[in-house]
């Protein structure tokens, strides 16, 4: 289980987190929903230590995040999939994978991992030898998905995965989700795309300027009046 | 065989072996650029080093009946150190609170550093260095191809073709590409971004420590700046090859020896005597100069909007 409380983050003087708590339990799907700037990926961020926490607490089964070295987060069983993908353009599409378990102690399992990965991207099978770069949006996004579970993470932050994808690309990377989350992975997922977050999520949180103004079940925010109006454009 | 053919064929060897040192100097450069975008430029000096050291421990090691070159361990073994001391000492804590530019002011310091330190200890003169090959010279008929020559081509070759299947095959070479091109997504794949640079800032200085025992094989002689032109020149090579590639270092290393062992011996005939060898040196910058407005990316080079 995730667990973050009263966190707070600056950039300089720009206080980009203004003390949030959250939590996701294990087994669950999390959205947090915001505009352009609400703190969302800056969440995301310091939960895997890339940037680091001003105050308060994020605890992941038992473990201080804010105590762990951001390259020993991925061997605690937690994935982060980042916003804009960050696949190895120069990599070739196995070798990024064989990247994401790059923290593995046993590299007997790479093989493995590579063909669940297959398993869940049969696309990336094809492409295995060509260079990332050359990818679509789409294809460069199931890269980073592919790569984000070939650390075996029993939790995976998702950072905007349907950004610049077509909307039947954005289908297939939710019902991968889905799918992930039927194998019992816990994933908390940042969207722009409000309305497909909240309609696969169990709970949801709506972040607004570095605060948390609402919270809950995902299906009662989705209906609810004011979510609909900020963000669903109804 | 005519004779001038025979000189054409030794020039081609002898530029070739000049650019094996090249190429093993430029990547080092190459591959510190690659990862943390700095221009190393006391990576020159790593060389002379390198070239001290040998000048040091060469006498002993003959002494305890060993072959001279059997100094290049104890070469590589401190270059590594200087290299890996620099990065950390110097370079780690200026890239964490500086930019890219104090850097490169840190890197021309740590140039003077190392040329005047060497000059206040060892003196500014030059100091003769034992022969560390002694192989017998291979005849094709008139064409004679000295042993060092044949040897630092074919060591140069094996050096460059294993550090590309290191880089392309093992787990440590992959992460030192992924974090060469994005740190972000290294750390997240547990990758630790600080030790992959100290094996980059390790493995180029000891390819300095290789290239000086290949130098001093050819030019026996050591001085507090030697590095620096032999450095420049390799650097030239790397940006010619595409800064930030290992095969385009190679590459640029040798086209940049070709290119100065061709002109030293043809360019006083070719142009009536009007430009004489002595502009070699003058001949390979203006290569950079060439490369630089021409392809800036170099041969082997991705197109990316970065500078020094």
């Known amino acids: ?234 | 065989m005519n004779s001038q053919l025979v000189m054409f064929i030794s020039q081609i060897f002898n530029g070739l072996k000049i650019g094996s040192v090249y190429s093993l100097v430029a990547l080092g450069y190459t591959m510190v650029y690659g990862i943390i975008r700095l221009i190393n430029f006391a990576h020159g000096d790593f060389i002379m080093v390198g070239a001290y050291v040998l000048m040091l421990t060469a006498p002993a090691i003959i002494a305890m009946g060993m072959p001279a070159w059997v100094a290049v361990i104890p070469a590589i073994l401190i270059c590594v150190a200087v290299g890996v001391i620099v990065e950390k000492a110097a370079y780690k804590p200026v890239r964490e609170r500086g930019n890219s530019m104090t850097a490169l002011i840190t890197a021309i310091a740590m140039s003077l550093l190392l040329e005047n330190g060497a000059q206040a200890v060892f003196g500014a003169d030059y100091k003769t260095i034992p022969t560390v090959f002694s192989i017998p010279s291979v005849n094709f008929g008139a064409l004679h191809i000295s042993g060092d020559t044949i040897l630092t081509i074919v060591l140069g070759l094996v050096i460059m073709v294993g550090l590309q299947l290191y880089v392309s095959y093992t787990k440590r070479g992959k992460a030192m590409r992924a974090v060469s091109e994005d740190k972000e997504a290294s750390i997240l794949m547990g990758v630790n971004i600080n030790s992959t640079i100290t094996l980059t800032f390790a493995i180029g200085s000891g390819l300095a420590a290789v290239a000086s025992l290949m130098y001093v094989a050819a030019y026996p002689q050591v001085s507090p700046t030697m590095g620096a032109m032999l450095g420049l020149k390799a650097f030239v090579a790397a940006v010619l090859g595409g800064i930030g590639s290992i095969p385009g270092a190679m590459i640029g290393g040798l086209t940049i020896g070709l290119i100065e062992s061709l002109t030293k011996a043809y360019i006083g005939t070719i142009t009536a005597g009007i430009i004489t060898s002595a502009f070699s040196d003058a001949i390979v910058f203006g290569i950079l100069i060439v490369v630089l407005l021409v392809k800036p990316s170099g041969i082997m080079g991705k197109n990316e909007g970065e500078k020094v």
Request: net charge neutral.
């Open chain 1, 1 to 234: 289980m995730l667990d973050i409380k009263d966190l707070k983050v600056s950039y300089g003087a720009v206080e980009a987190l203004k003390g949030i708590s959250l939590h996701v339990d294990d087994g669950e799907i999390v959205s947090l929903i915001g505009a352009n700037g609400a703190g969302k990926t800056t969440t995301l961020h310091t939960i895997t230590g890339l940037v680091p926490a001003q105050s308060g607490s994020i605890t992941f089964n038992g473990h201080d995040l804010l105590a762990t070295k951001s390259g020993k987060i991925v061997t605690l069983g937690m994935a982060h999939i980042p916003e804009g993908r960050h696949v190895f353009t120069r990599m070739t599409v196995q070798e990024n994978l064989e990247m994401g378990a790059f923290s593995l102690k046993d590299q007997s399992g790479v093989g493995k991992g590579l063909e669940r990965a297959f398993e869940y991207f049969p696309r990336l099978k094809e492409r295995r030898n060509q260079l990332a770069g050359t990818l679509s949006g789409g294809e460069q996004q199931m890269v980073a998905m592919g790569r984000a579970l070939m650390s075996n993470p029993t939790t995976i932050l998702m950072d905007e995965p349907s950004m610049g994808l077509s909307p039947l690309l954005v289908k297939d990377i939710f019902s991968i989700i889905t799918m992930l989350h039927a194998k019992g992975i816990t994933i908390l997922l940042v969207e722009q795309n409000a309305k497909m977050a909240l309609s696969i999520a169990d709970r949801a949180y709506v972040l607004e300027t570095g605060r948390i103004t609402m919270e809950g079940d995902a299906n009662d925010l989705l209906h609810d009046e004011k979510v609909r109006r900020a963000y669903l454009g109804a």
